[in-house]
C-alpha cells in the first residue's frame, strides 16, 4: 500500500505514534480539511484538478437550477426573502451562473434572493468575492464559512458536497461488525481492523444486513449535517445533488468493497493513504440515511431521481430555451447543446448523479424537475 510522505502524512503519524489509532473517518477529515494542510482548505492557489463538476461542464446546469429554486420561490409564496444556502461553494461558479441568469431571466426572483456561499477556503472564499462582486454589492450574495443562522424562507442545495464529508470504514468478519482504524507501523500508514469505535456507527447499519467479507461506510458526519440543516430551515427545501444510492443498492453484491475512492489526476483507485493531503477521498451518498435522519428535524423526502430526469424535465419546461447562448454563432450553439448532451448523458454524469429534493414548513409540493419524463 502505497503512503507517500507528505507534510501531512508526517503529521498523521506522529499523532498515530502518540496517542493511537484513529478512525478513518478522523483521518478523512485531516486529509480533506486540515486548515493548511487538507486537500480543500490548503494553502494552494490553484483549482485542483482531480475531477470534473457537472458545473464545469456548462452553464446550462446552474440555469436550469435556478429554473427550480424559482418555482420553489413561488412555492412558498413568494417570500420578500428567499435565502440559498450553498454548502461547498467552492469558487463561486454555481452561485455565479444562478445569480446571473436570475437577474438577467428571472428579476422578479432575484429581487428575493439572499444567496450564501458557504465555504471553508479563505483562497477559494476570496475567488468567490471577486466573482460574485456585482451581486454582493447589489445586496443579493454573501461568503461564509459556514451558516449558523435559521432560514426562514429557502433552499440549502450542495452539489458534490457530502460525497466529501468523512466517513467510518467498516467490515463484517466472522459475523462481527468492525471498524477499520488507521495505524501507523514506523513511517508507514496501514490499516488496522478494531471494535466499533462508537454506538452510532453500529445504529447506521441497524436496518443493513452486510455480508460476511463486506466493507462499508457509515456516514455519521452527513447525518448530522442533513439533521442541523433540518433544524434551520423552517419553511422550504434541501435540494441534493451527488452521486450515490439508496441503501439496498449500496450494501449489494455488487458493493463488497465499499464506495470509498481517492482520486488524483482524473485518475480513481483504492490508494487512500498515497498522498495525505493532496488528493480527494469521496464515498457515495446513502440517500436513505439522508431521508431517515432529515426526518428526525422534520423534513420530508418530495423526491428522487436521476440528474438526467432532472435537468431534461426542467429544459423541456422552456421548450430548451436555456440550452441557446444569445447572440452566439451556430458554432457555439451546438457547443451548448453537446455540453448539456454531456450533463444528460446515461452512461456519464445523467444516471451516476442523483438528485434529492426535501421539504419542510409546506404542503407536498410538485416540483418539475422531480417529474417523471
Given at each position: 500500500?502505497?503512503?507517500?510522505?507528505?507534510?501531512?502524512?508526517?503529521?498523521?503519524?506522529?499523532?498515530?505514534?502518540?496517542?493511537?489509532?484513529?478512525?478513518?473517518?478522523?483521518?478523512?477529515?485531516?486529509?480533506?480539511?486540515?486548515?493548511?494542510?487538507?486537500?480543500?482548505?490548503?494553502?494552494?492557489?490553484?483549482?485542483?484538478?482531480?475531477?470534473?463538476?457537472?458545473?464545469?461542464?456548462?452553464?446550462?446546469?446552474?440555469?436550469?437550477?435556478?429554473?427550480?429554486?424559482?418555482?420553489?420561490?413561488?412555492?412558498?409564496?413568494?417570500?420578500?426573502?428567499?435565502?440559498?444556502?450553498?454548502?461547498?461553494?467552492?469558487?463561486?461558479?454555481?452561485?455565479?451562473?444562478?445569480?446571473?441568469?436570475?437577474?438577467?431571466?428571472?428579476?422578479?426572483?432575484?429581487?428575493?434572493?439572499?444567496?450564501?456561499?458557504?465555504?471553508?477556503?479563505?483562497?477559494?472564499?476570496?475567488?468567490?468575492?471577486?466573482?460574485?462582486?456585482?451581486?454582493?454589492?447589489?445586496?443579493?450574495?454573501?461568503?461564509?464559512?459556514?451558516?449558523?443562522?435559521?432560514?426562514?424562507?429557502?433552499?440549502?442545495?450542495?452539489?458534490?458536497?457530502?460525497d466529501a464529508l468523512p466517513v467510518h470504514r467498516v467490515v463484517m468478519e466472522d459475523g462481527n461488525l468492525l471498524e477499520i482504524y488507521v495505524d501507523a507501523a514506523e513511517d508507514t500508514l496501514i490499516e488496522r481492523k478494531l471494535p466499533i469505535s462508537s454506538p452510532e456507527v453500529r445504529g447506521y447499519f441497524r436496518q443493513q444486513?452486510?455480508?460476511?467479507?463486506?466493507?462499508?461506510?457509515?456516514?455519521?458526519?452527513?447525518?448530522?449535517?442533513?439533521?442541523?440543516?433540518?433544524?434551520?430551515?423552517?419553511?422550504?427545501?434541501?435540494?441534493?445533488?451527488?452521486?450515490?444510492?439508496?441503501?439496498?443498492?449500496?450494501?449489494?453484491?455488487?458493493?463488497?468493497?465499499?464506495?470509498?475512492?481517492?482520486?488524483?489526476?482524473?485518475?480513481?483507485?483504492?490508494?487512500?493513504?498515497?498522498?495525505?493531503?493532496?488528493?480527494?477521498?469521496?464515498?457515495?451518498?446513502?440517500?436513505?440515511?439522508?431521508?431517515?435522519?432529515?426526518?428526525?428535524?422534520?423534513?420530508?423526502?418530495?423526491?428522487?431521481?436521476?440528474?438526467?430526469?432532472?435537468?431534461?424535465?426542467?429544459?423541456?419546461?422552456?421548450?430548451?430555451?436555456?440550452?441557446?447562448?444569445?447572440?452566439?454563432?451556430?458554432?457555439?450553439?451546438?457547443?451548448?447543446?453537446?455540453?448539456?448532451?454531456?450533463?444528460?448523458?446515461?452512461?456519464?454524469?445523467?444516471?451516476?448523479?442523483?438528485?434529492?429534493?426535501?421539504?419542510?414548513?409546506?404542503?407536498?409540493?410538485?416540483?418539475?424537475?422531480?417529474?417523471?419524463?
Amino acid at each position: 500500500m502505497r503512503t507517500d510522505s507528505t507534510a501531512l502524512h508526517r503529521l498523521l503519524v506522529e499523532r498515530i505514534h502518540s496517542t493511537g489509532p484513529i478512525t478513518f473517518a478522523d483521518y478523512m477529515e485531516a486529509c480533506l480539511y486540515h486548515p493548511e494542510l487538507g486537500y480543500y482548505s490548503g494553502r494552494s492557489e490553484t483549482r485542483r484538478a482531480d475531477y470534473y463538476t457537472s458545473v464545469d461542464m456548462s452553464p446550462i446546469f446552474g440555469r436550469l437550477i435556478a429554473r427550480q429554486l424559482n418555482e420553489m420561490w413561488l412555492i412558498l409564496g413568494r417570500p420578500n426573502r428567499f435565502t440559498i444556502g450553498e454548502f461547498g461553494s467552492g469558487t463561486g461558479t454555481l452561485a455565479l451562473q444562478i445569480l446571473d441568469f436570475s437577474r438577467d431571466q428571472l428579476p422578479e426572483f432575484y429581487e428575493a434572493i439572499d444567496y450564501r456561499a458557504i465555504e471553508i477556503s479563505v483562497k477559494r472564499q476570496d475567488v468567490t468575492k471577486s466573482a460574485l462582486a456585482g451581486h454582493i454589492s447589489a445586496g443579493h450574495a454573501s461568503i461564509l464559512s459556514e451558516m449558523a443562522e435559521a432560514i426562514a424562507h429557502g433552499c440549502v442545495l450542495t452539489n458534490e458536497f457530502l460525497d466529501a464529508l468523512p466517513v467510518h470504514r467498516v467490515v463484517m468478519e466472522d459475523g462481527n461488525l468492525l471498524e477499520i482504524y488507521v495505524d501507523a507501523a514506523e513511517d508507514t500508514l496501514i490499516e488496522r481492523k478494531l471494535p466499533i469505535s462508537s454506538p452510532e456507527v453500529r445504529g447506521y447499519f441497524r436496518q443493513q444486513q452486510l455480508q460476511e467479507g463486506q466493507h462499508a461506510e457509515a456516514a455519521l458526519c452527513a447525518c448530522a449535517w442533513i439533521e442541523d440543516i433540518g433544524r434551520r430551515l423552517s419553511h422550504g427545501f434541501v435540494l441534493t445533488i451527488d452521486y450515490g444510492r439508496e441503501a439496498r443498492e449500496l450494501y449489494d453484491e455488487q458493493h463488497m468493497s465499499g464506495t470509498m475512492l481517492a482520486y488524483w489526476q482524473h485518475n480513481a483507485s483504492e490508494e487512500f493513504y498515497r498522498a495525505a493531503g493532496e488528493q480527494d477521498l469521496t464515498a457515495h451518498v446513502n440517500f436513505t440515511a439522508l431521508d431517515l435522519w432529515g426526518a428526525k428535524s422534520g423534513l420530508t423526502r418530495t423526491g428522487l431521481t436521476s440528474q438526467t430526469n432532472f435537468l431534461l424535465s426542467l429544459a423541456r419546461e422552456f421548450n430548451f430555451a436555456d440550452l441557446k447562448v444569445e447572440g452566439a454563432g451556430e458554432a457555439s450553439q451546438v457547443r451548448s447543446r453537446l455540453q448539456f448532451k454531456s450533463l444528460i448523458f446515461p452512461e456519464g454524469m445523467g444516471e451516476t448523479f442523483q438528485v434529492m429534493v426535501q421539504h419542510k414548513g409546506i404542503a407536498q409540493p410538485v416540483l418539475t424537475g422531480l417529474k417523471p419524463l
